[in-house]
């Protein structure tokens, strides 16, 4: 049963990539073909071709592995220019990073190509596909931690650590100092209701005063069976992995609480940052995933991880007896809104094929139309963005060696929940 939920686990995760895929797909069409331009394909996953139908100037298809998808248009690259001895010395480097072929516009696809609409119009086209996942995650977001909300410690102690455990002794096996609560006397099932003079809803309201409570003695009120029960007691510093926070050992109750639609966006919002954070330390990322490959070694819980890493867990949320269907449902869901997240902020990098790639080129374009029509010049030529092709080839053989350490990573050495 367990094997048949880990799957399970995995074809959900699998499904919910290509619908997220299809939808990005969508989003780049959508507005082509609202602006004229020809869309010759509409393809989810790559490799081999499983289905496809023609409809008008459309191939729509599905291929084998559900990791990727693109539209066709007529003309996303201009007509090749007749060979020009006065090309600038970037226009040299990169004449054999672009097609070798003639790039020929058929009669009857003139007007509808990509690279003659206006640069806002290329914008829009290109920013479509990254807009979709990044809605896909703000839905889910409001639907997860709006909607249902997100765990929160309460207020109410679930039990009370004996001791304040060390780096030798985390299970309290020996003797360690008594840990704060277990000396004040709170007991299982008592409900926080005042710190510090100050009154406690959540425990995040008792953790904002503990840090200016260290080593001091804190009047604290509780109800236990319905009877207010006053007591002192005195925060403590834990230090562990060479960090020191205040500590008081206790494990609380946890519940639900449902955030406002403006939270449950800036939890997207801080995914982004963190998402664009890690994309920058790539590097670094492909030199600590390294050093995680052999079996048994610590795993970075914050680190980069591979789709096999999703899919691991997936996988295990789904095939875990302690999680309830609900949860398992939701949690599944968080995982997809995290994949759009990283879809978009990852597509937005600008490099071409990437589709901010494209962004950057249009933007440009824009500005240097501008320069032209103040210089008074005429413009001839919309940029070509397979000049930056040489610099992508450059990262893209980055992402792949980073690509393959992480899998090889989270197939020797899994993390776990």
Not at 89 to 94: D, K
Not at 370 to 379: D, N
């Amino acid at each position: 049963m367990d094997l048949i939920n880990n799957i399970g686990g995995w074809v959900f995760l699998l499904i919910g990539l290509a619908i997220s895929i299809a939808l990005h797909e969508i989003g780049h069409m959508w507005p082509a073909k609202k602006f004229g331009v020809k869309v010759t394909k509409y393809m989810v996953g790559f490799g081999p071709t499983l289905f496809s139908r023609k409809r008008g100037d459309t191939e729509y298809g599905i291929k084998l592995i559900p990791l990727g998808g693109y539209i066709q248009m007529v003309g996303m690259l201009p007509p090749t220019q007749a060979a020009n001895a006065k090309k600038n010395w970037w226009q040299r480097l990169t004449a054999g990073a672009q097609p070798n072929e003639q790039i020929v516009i058929a009669e009857e696809d003139e007007g509808k190509t990509f690279y003659q609409l206006a640069p806002w119009k290329k914008l829009i086209i290109m920013f479509g596909g990254p807009f979709a996942n990044l809605l896909i995650a703000a839905v889910l977001a409001v639907v997860l931690f709006s909607g249902f909300g997100a765990y929160e410690r309460t207020s109410t102690v679930k039990d009370v650590l004996s001791c304040v455990p060390s780096e030798t002794n985390k299970d309290c096996a020996d003797p360690n100092p008594v840990s704060p609560s277990s000396k004040a006397g709170l007991l299982p099932g008592d409900k926080i209701l005042s710190f510090a003079g100050q009154p406690v809803e959540y425990w995040s309201d008792v953790e904002s005063q503990l840090q200016d409570s260290v080593g001091k003695s804190v009047s604290m009120v509780v109800d236990r069976n319905s009877v207010q029960v006053s007591l002192t007691i005195e925060p403590t510093l834990l230090t562990s992995a060479g960090e020191s926070r205040p500590y008081l050992g206790v494990y609380l109750e946890v519940e639900r609480v449902p955030q406002s639609v403006g939270a449950a966006l800036g939890q997207v919002g801080m995914m982004m940052s963190d998402t664009a954070a890690m994309i920058i330390q790539l590097p670094l990322q492909a030199g600590a995933a390294l050093t995680e490959i052999a079996p048994g070694s610590e795993r970075n819980e914050n680190g980069a991880i591979s789709i096999i890493g999703l899919g691991q867990f997936s996988g295990q949320i789904a095939s875990d007896a302690s999680i309830s269907f609900e949860d398992k449902m939701l949690s599944q869901l968080g995982l997809l809104m995290s994949l759009n997240v990283a879809l978009f902020v990852f597509n937005m990098v600008p490099l071409v094929p990437l589709d901010g790639g494209h962004i950057a080129g249009a933007i440009y374009e824009s500005i240097k139309r501008r320069v032209f029509r103040v210089r008074g010049k005429k413009w001839v030529r919309p940029v070509d963005t397979s000049q930056m092709m040489p610099i992508a080839y450059f990262v893209a053989s980055l992402l792949i060696v980073l690509t393959i350490v992480l899998v090889l990573r989270d197939i020797l050495n899994p993390l776990s929940l």
